[in-house]
Each structure stands twice: as C-alpha cells, then as structure tokens.
C-alpha cells in the first residue's frame, strides 16, 4: 500500500519548500525539507558540501536522509533527489508530485529568493532544465505552478489526491477519497488515531453488499439496523445503542459508519452519545453522503414532528469516501447524490457545474451514472462544502448557501407526499429559487435556464408538478419553517459560483 507522505519534486525555483509548507499545514502534517535536514546534519549549506566533499557524497546524504523519513507528512525534495535509481525506487509506490514551470518563471522566483546559484549565470537554467526535462516528466502527477500562487498550487494538489482536513469544530478531521480505499481501511484507521475493537455499523441494504469484506479487513463486529428514512428514529436509535452494547462497544472503541447519509447521521449519533461519546469514522458509500452528509459532523434522527430534530455537532476522526462503492448504489440514489453536485457547483464551482453538462446526447439518468470519473467528481463536490463548513461551521451565516434549492424542494417533496424523490425535489427547487433570484434582480436572466440545462443533461427534472399551485407551494414552505418563527429565507444564486443568503421575499405567492 502506498503510505500516507506526500513527496513535493521538480526544479530548483519552482517553490517545493514554499508549497510543501502550505500543503502541511493545510493538511495538519508534520513538514519535512529534505535538504534542510541535510544542512542541519552537516553543519554546512549545500553548496559547500558539494564543494567539500561532491555531489556522490551529498547524493549519498541525500538517499539516506529520504530513507529516514518517518511518519506520515509533506516532504519536499531536493531537485534533484530522485535522480538516483535507489531513492527513486525507494519511492515507487508513494505519491511524487512534480511540481513545474518556465524557465522565465523559475529564473524570477530564483532572483527573488536572492539566490546566488550558479544557475543564474548566463544559460545555465536554461541547459540545466534541458538536461532534466525527461527526468522531471517521468513522473506521473505533474502540477504547473505557472500562473498559481504558492496556495493554490497547495490546493490543487489537495484535489489531485483527494486528501482534505476540516477544521473549525475544535477536533479537526481528515476527510480522504481513495478508490479502493476500502482495503486500506486496517492501515488509516491506524494512521488516524482510531482504536480497537471496531463496530461497524450499516443498514440492511449496504450490510449484504459490503460488511463482511470490511469487518474482516479490520476485525469488526457488525450491528445492523433497519434501511430507509422512516427508521431513522429514537426507536431504532435506541436499538442500536443496545446492539452496540451487547456486540462488545468500549469506550475506548471506534464506531465505523459504512453507508448513505442515513448511516453517517444515525451512527455518527449513537457514536456522539454511546458511554457518552465514543470515536467515529464515516465511511460514505452513497453519492450523497459523500459531497454532503458526512461532512460537517452534523449527526442525528428525525421525530414524528420533524427531520433532524434531535442529534449533535460531533465531528468524526476521519471520513474515507471510496468511489468504487458506487457502482453499487442504484440508480435513483445516483440522482439524488448529482443534485446535490449540481447544488454545489451553482453555489460555489463554475468549472464543476461545466463537467457535469452532458452535451449532444439524449439526456438518461443511466448514461449519468457511467459518464462521469467519479473520484475526480466526488472530490470537487466536496471541495466546496468543505471550504463552506470550514468558513461557517455552526451554520450562522454562508453555510444557508446548502440549502439551495431545498427549501421550495422540501415543500415538493411534502405536498406531493415523497412521491417525488429528494434529488428530483432539490433540482426543481433549484431552478425555481433561481427563477426567484432572476426576478428580484438578484441574478441576471438566463441563470435558472443554464441550471435547469445540467439537470435536463442529467436526466433530472425542472419544472414543478402542474398540480401544486403556489398557494400550496407558500403554505407548505411556510409550516416547514414554524421553527424560525414562520419567516422563509432563501438562499439564491447571484451567478454561478456565488450566493446570496437570508433572502426575505414579501409577498412570495405572487411571485411563484
Ligand atoms: N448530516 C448531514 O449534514 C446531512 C446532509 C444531507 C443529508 N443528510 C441526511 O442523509 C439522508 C439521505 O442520505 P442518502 O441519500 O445517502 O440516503 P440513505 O442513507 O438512505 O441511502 C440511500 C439508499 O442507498 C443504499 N446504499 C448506500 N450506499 C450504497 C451502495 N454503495 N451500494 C448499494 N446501496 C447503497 C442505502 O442502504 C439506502 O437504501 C437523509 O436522512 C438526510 O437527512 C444529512
């Protein structure tokens, strides 16, 4: 198995330490640079060792200190680190990202460092980068920090490897999508901290699927619990607190949600409130748990009298999102889970709401769901609501940006009694709240059209069913905000990729 260490290579200049130290803090990991380890062992800068004792003795220096490295963190490497065939072998399986830009870029960034290398004499850059061109571009993650600053070369490679770190509710969290992460489970539930004895928690649709395999990969005992909304209750809650204590839960143990939304919530509580709280990983396996659901450590069940209305802010130690279940989950889920991407997109990510358009094709929900690089989707999608929880993590201000669509989609889903489904719900909504948006002058005309075309694409629909009226429409959004005092606030698009929060509209019928 590859390791968790990220190695940052390519040419002198292009900014391996300044990245690397970005990418380290924003990932919370202990930063390496191998050749100050070097220096610091040596007594003497670089050169002089080059000059002392030559470059086979300081490639010598170098391959063992790259051999020294230890836990899981950023490293960067000198420029010319992997030229040996024993340290680059030394790193086959590890994740190298190389890092590039021109020779005028990297002559600049040299300068400014005040950098006295005989490379800034005359061509010597120039027949230098020459000389390593085939080098450096043998690596298979390459990164062009041509027109990026040091921070978005960090972030970029955070959506390369699918690797975040959510901050802002005291305990931080890893949040990884790895396909095939799932048989690596043994090894991260080690790296992050996690404890045995493991109890894996999923309902009786994922458990036939996935638990066996899982439980054995990490020793688990398995609970099991009802699937579909209407479980998602106290009773079953209470259920599953007893089960968890008769299969053996310590204190000292980790709860592992494996599953959709559902799952996340109702483990993620039983986990905040099991021996009064116990740790806890989720593992989404459902296209919307992974963008949403398990991010954000909102866990919980619903009442009689409401959704969500009893549970916790309790973060999780990490979230593992492994693409490949979803070849498994069934079609309407897949719908459900891209309206929430589409959401994503129109709130905060032009370029993502871009890829999911299907153009030139008979739009159908099957071609969806085979389309699209999964990992690479999963990955954006959840860029944007980390981004959004880590800005606003008890929701008292940007995080209502989620809620596009979901408040005209909450009352379709209601008044047209589930028969519609959350994504058909939420993608109807969507177009309808930015038709809203349009006709205040908050959006430009145009916006709804473009948002209702990536669904129609998708194979989802825009319109609201001709038998609710509006009257109907103000009247079910209206009771499902009697917790707020009966005000309806909207959270509508301005344009693609920004969102305007806490809109009161007057007199809203009309304008339905
Ligand atoms: N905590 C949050 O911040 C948050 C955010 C959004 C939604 N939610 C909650 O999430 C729930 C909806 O989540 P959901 O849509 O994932 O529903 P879900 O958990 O019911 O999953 C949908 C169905 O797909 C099955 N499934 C999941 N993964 C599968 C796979 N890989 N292969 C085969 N079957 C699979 C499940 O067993 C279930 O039958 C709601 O209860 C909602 O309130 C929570």
Redesign the pocket.
């Known amino acids: 198995m590859t390791s968790s260490t990220i190695y940052i290579y390519g040419p002198p200049g292009v900014g391996k330490s300044t990245v690397g130290k970005i990418l380290a803090e924003s990932l919370n990991l202990p930063f390496v640079d191998v050749d100050e380890e070097i220096e610091q062992a040596a007594n003497a800068t670089i050169p002089e060792i080059f000059a002392s004792e030559g470059e086979e003795a300081f490639r010598d220096k170098e391959e063992r200190a790259l051999k020294g490295v230890g836990e899981t963190s950023v490293v960067s490497l000198g420029g010319g680190a992997l030229l040996r065939r024993a340290s680059r072998n030394h790193l086959r399986d590890e994740q190298v990202i190389c890092l590039g830009a021109s020779l005028a870029t990297l002559t600049e960034r040299l300068q400014k460092d005040g950098d006295q290398r005989p490379l800034l004499k005359e061509n010597a850059l120039a027949t230098f980068l020459d000389g390593r061109k085939a080098h450096y571009a043998s690596f298979s993650i390459q990164l062009d920090t041509e027109n990026r600053t040091p921070a978005e070369s960090a972030d970029e490679i955070q959506k390369r490897l699918g690797r975040f770190y959510l901050r802002g509710m005291g305990q931080g969290y890893a949040a990884r999508v790895e396909n095939g992460g799932l048989n690596n489970l043994a090894e991260l539930l080690n790296e992050h901290g996690c404890k045995p004895p493991y109890m894996l928690i999923?309902?009786?649709?994922?458990?036939p699927?996935?638990a066996e395999k899982v439980a054995q990969t990490v020793d688990a005992r398995t609970v099991v619990f009802p699937?579909?909304?209407k479980h998602?209750t106290i009773e079953t809650m209470t259920q599953l607190w007893r089960d968890l204590i008769s299969a053996g839960m310590e204190r000292g143990g980790t709860i592992l949600a494996l599953?959709?939304?559902?799952?996340?919530?109702m483990a993620?509580f039983a986990a905040a409130t099991i021996m009064r709280g116990a740790a806890w990983v989720s593992i989404?396996?459902?296209?919307?748990?992974m963008v949403?659901?398990?991010?954000?450590?909102?866990?919980?069940a619903?009442l009689p009298e409401g959704?969500?209305l009893v549970?916790a802010f309790y973060p999780p130690k990490l979230v593992l999102a492994d693409p490949e279940?979803?070849?498994?989950?069934?079609e309407a889920?897949i719908c459900?889970?891209l309206a929430?991407v589409v959401k994503h997109g129109v709130i905060a990510d032009p370029e993502l709401l871009k890829n999911l358009t299907i153009k030139n094709t008979t739009p159908s929900r099957v071609q969806a769901s085979t389309k699209f690089d999964w990992a690479e989707l999963v990955i954006r999608a959840m860029g944007v609501k980390i981004r959004i929880i880590e800005e606003d993590p008890y929701e008292q201000g940007i995080r209502a940006a989620?809620n596009f669509g979901h408040t005209i989609g909450h009352s379709i889903e209601s008044l047209t009694n589930y028969g519609i489904r959350?994504?058909e719900a939420v993608g109807i909504g969507m177009v309808a709240e930015a038709r809203l948006a349009e006709h205040l002058g908050i959006a430009k005309s145009g916006l709804a059209d473009e948002i209702a075309e990536t669904l129609v694409s998708l194979g989802l629909p825009t319109e609201i069913p001709s038998e609710i009226s509006a009257l109907d429409l103000v009247a079910a959004m209206q009771s499902d905000k009697k917790k707020s005092k009966g005000v309806v606030k909207f959270a509508l698009p301005v344009k693609i990729g920004e969102m305007r929060v806490g809109v009161v509209i007057e007199d809203l019928e009309s304008v339905l």
């Open positions: 999923c309902d009786s649709d994922v458990a699927i996935y699937a579909g909304e998602k599953g959709g939304g559902i799952t996340n919530d993620g989404p396996t459902s296209l919307l748990s949403d659901a398990s991010l954000g450590g909102k866990t919980g619903n959704k969500n549970g279940t979803l070849q498994t989950l069934p889920e459900n889970g929430e989620l959350h994504g």
